[in-house]
């Protein structure tokens, strides 16, 4: 029997002033924005956090939760259940995006949502379901067959 190491993390889908959305671009799949909770931080505050740890912004206003997503992976020799809450996020006026580089984030970009198609053809089912979740248009949504190399 596999025990799986549960953990927790908070992440967010944030628009800009201009309507675009923020992905970053991290071990060769675009993403948004997401980490682990600490001990006794409340998740909202850590979906926050995260973003602005990962992308350099500030002063992000913290919308409704959008949904929450699990998926698992093979770290330090053992199977970890991450759950994912997902908010949405909004920067009230722009900042300069500074990724992460330290966390394997090599580029954090602003995108249209006429980008998104082509973008999210290369990232994870969850992320889809996170754009769903907020209501963005399913012709803007590839498709997502589950395969071993999206399950991140």
Not at 36 to 60: K, M, S
């Amino acid at each position: 029997m596999c025990k799986y190491l549960e953990v927790n993390a908070g992440g967010g889908l944030v628009t800009n002033p201009d309507g675009k959305f923020l992905l970053i671009f991290r071990n060769g799949k675009w993403d948004l924005p997401k980490g682990h909770q600490e001990p006794e931080e409340p998740i909202e505050d850590t979906a926050v956090r995260e973003v602005e740890e990962e992308t350099g912004l500030h002063g992000l206003e913290l919308g409704r939760l959008l949904c929450i997503t699990d998926h698992t992976y093979f770290r330090d020799g053992r199977w970890h259940l991450k759950h994912t809450w997902w908010y949405s996020m909004s920067l009230p006026e722009e900042c300069m995006l500074i990724p992460q580089t330290e966390e394997g984030i090599a580029e954090a970009r602003w995108v249209e949502e006429s980008e998104l198609y082509d973008l999210l053809k290369n990232t994870y089912p969850t992320i889809v379901k996170v754009f769903q979740a907020a209501g963005i248009s399913e012709k803007f949504m590839p498709e997502m067959k589950q395969n071993s190399e999206n399950l991140v």
